[in-house]
């Protein structure tokens, strides 16, 4: 079965300062791996999504991400963070199934917490 | 606008009394999803729809219920609410999985009180 792990709960961060929220997954197969945020009282947007080719994708709002399969690890970062950048962070993965239901599994979450 | 709406954002209800939480999207989407989202779980699939009529259990199924009878909308149904359904639920749509796409665009949440 595929998980995913997000092992920050909480990270706090000063304005400017670059950040890393980190995940990491495990499956026995191919995997679709994408990061969502979700600002406060909202739904969830796409950050970024990684599906196959380059591994280092670039997504919204300044925020990159490395999909490295050796380390089953597919980690957020950014170089300079905006108070605009709290938000909740999810981490998930999807496909690999074979039978194709799109069904997103998802970390617990990591409060990014960005402070002047 | 492409959007997926839910209603209502908000409800406060008693144990057993039944309800429904709307979604609807415009985007043609073939695929439709129900999420809840607890503290500490992060979001965990409840049911999902390949198309029409074609629906099946996520990993959280127990208590609810659905049905797509339209290709844009997917309710949500609690028949007889408990206060372990107290949560923020979430409703999802996309392409077919086979588009190759992957991306699923959130609604913005109803917020359940189970009492």
């Not at chain 1, 970062?77 to 999810?90: C, G, L, M, N």
């Not at chain 1, 799109?102 to 970390?107: A, E």
């Not at chain 2, 990993?59 to 909308?73: F, I, L």
């Not at chain 2, 609604?107 to 009180?113: D, E, H, I, Q």
Request: charged share 15%; with cysteine.
């Amino acid at each position: 079965a595929q998980s995913v792990t997000q092992l920050d709960s909480q990270v706090p961060v000063f304005e400017e300062a670059p950040v890393e929220l980190r995940c990491n997954y495990s499956s026995s197969v191919s995997v679709y791996l994408f990061w969502y945020v979700q600002y406060p009282n909202q739904g969830l947007q796409l950050l970024l999504k990684y599906l196959s080719g380059s591994t280092l994708v670039k997504g919204i709002n300044g925020f990159e991400a490395e999909f490295n399969k050796s380390q089953t690890s597919f980690h957020l970062r950014k170089p300079s963070v905006h108070i605009s950048d709290t938000a909740e962070y999810f981490c998930a993965v999807s496909g690999g199934y074979g039978g194709a239901t799109n069904k997103l599994i998802f970390g617990t979450g990591t409060l990014l917490a960005v402070q002047p | 606008e492409a959007q997926v709406t839910q209603n209502p954002r908000y409800l406060i209800t008693v144990t057993g009394k039944k309800l429904t939480v709307t979604c609807s999207q415009n985007m043609n989407h073939e695929y439709m999803s129900w999420y809840r989202q607890d503290p500490g779980l992060g979001l965990r699939q409840i049911y999902y729809s390949m198309n029409v009529e074609v629906t099946d259990k996520g990993d959280v199924p127990e208590g609810y219920k659905v049905s797509r009878k339209e290709k844009r909308n997917f309710p949500l149904i609690l028949e007889s609410p408990s206060p372990n359904q107290t949560s923020l639920y979430f409703c999802a749509s996309s392409l077919y999985p086979t588009s190759g796409t992957y991306e699923q665009y959130f609604g913005p949440g109803t917020r359940l009180t189970v009492t």
